[in-house]
C-alpha cells in the first residue's frame, strides 16, 4: 500500500535464461540498497534468483542469453507468445555474447574435444532477436544494476526509457582517465555504447564493447585510428567480435 492509502496495481514479471553464465540476473538480484522498492512495483512471476515460485502468466519477460539449441528456440517463441513486452537483457540475449566464438570452431571437433564420445546436442549461438521480436534491449555484461531497473520501472510507468547515444569515451573523459590508446592499447571506447559509467577503461582495462555500437559511430575513422596509432588490426578485430556486438561492421569489411 502506498501513502495515499490505496494499493498499486503490479505489474506481472517473468526472467527467464537460456545459454549464459546468469550474472546478469544476479546482477538485478543483488541490488540490496534499491530491491525491496524496486520490488514492491513487481509482482515476481519467474526469477530462480529471487524466487522459488514458476508461473506462467506475465507481462514482461526479462531473458538472458544466447541460444544455441533447437529445444532452446522452442521454449523462447513459447515466452515470446506469453509476454505482452520482451526484454533481451545482457550481452549474449543482445548479441549472442561471448557464446558466439565457439561458432569459430569446427562444431564436432570442439564437441569431441570436450565431451569424447558423448553425444551433446548444439547449434551455433545467435542472438534471441534471430529467433523472435524483441520490444526492448538492455545490453552488458554484465548489464548494469540501475539501467534494468531504470528501463523496468519505465516499463511499468510507461514512461519512455532510452539508452545513452553516445561513446564510452564521453563517461571516460569525464572521469579524467588517461586514454588508453596513448598507453598502446586497442580499447573500443570510441565507438561502444557508454552507461557502463566507463568502469573497465577506468580499471585501465580496455573496452570490449559489451553494450554494442553507439549511435552513429565513424568506423572509418577508428579503423584509421588504430593504424595511425600503430597499433594492430588484428587485435581490433578479436575485441571487436568477442561480444559480437559488432558483427554488422565486421561483416562489411569481408
Do not use: W
Amino acid at each position: 500500500m502506498n501513502h495515499l492509502g490505496f494499493e498499486l496495481e503490479k505489474i506481472k514479471i517473468a526472467s527467464f535464461d537460456f545459454t549464459c553464465c546468469e550474472g546478469c540476473q544476479l546482477q538485478l538480484a543483488n541490488r540490496e540498497s534499491n530491491l525491496p522498492d524496486f520490488l514492491a512495483l513487481l509482482d515476481i512471476r519467474n526469477f530462480r534468483e529471487i524466487s522459488s515460485e514458476r508461473l506462467d502468466d506475465y507481462d514482461i519477460a526479462l531473458v538472458e542469453g544466447s541460444i544455441t539449441r533447437s529445444d532452446e528456440i522452442k521454449r523462447l517463441k513459447s515466452i515470446r507468445e506469453k509476454a505482452k513486452v520482451l526484454v533481451a537483457f545482457g550481452a549474449c540475449a543482445c548479441f549472442g555474447g561471448v557464446n558466439v566464438l565457439k561458432n569459430k570452431f569446427p562444431q564436432e571437433e570442439t564437441i569431441r574435444t570436450v565431451y569424447k564420445d558423448k553425444l551433446v546436442e548444439t547449434m551455433p549461438a545467435a542472438k534471441i532477436s534471430d529467433f523472435v521480436t524483441v520490444d526492448y534491449s538492455i545490453p552488458g555484461c554484465p548489464v548494469s544494476k540501475k539501467e534494468v531497473e531504470e528501463v523496468v520501472v519505465g516499463l511499468v510507468t510507461r514512461s519512455l526509457v532510452t539508452l545513452p547515444k553516445y561513446p564510452v569515451c564521453v563517461e571516460c573523459k569525464q572521469r579524467l582517465n588517461t586514454c588508453l590508446f596513448d598507453l598502446g592499447e586497442v580499447c573500443l571506447g570510441p565507438i561502444s555504447r557508454a552507461g557502463c559509467d566507463a568502469v573497465c577503461p577506468s580499471g585501465k582495462t580496455p573496452c570490449l564493447g559489451c553494450r554494442g555500437p553507439a549511435d552513429g559511430i565513424n568506423y572509418a575513422s577508428f579503423t584509421e585510428l588504430v593504424r595511425d596509432k600503430g597499433l594492430s588490426l588484428e587485435e581490433m578485430r578479436e575485441k571487436l567480435a568477442f561480444y559480437n556486438g559488432f558483427e554488422d561492421y565486421l561483416s562489411h569489411e569481408g
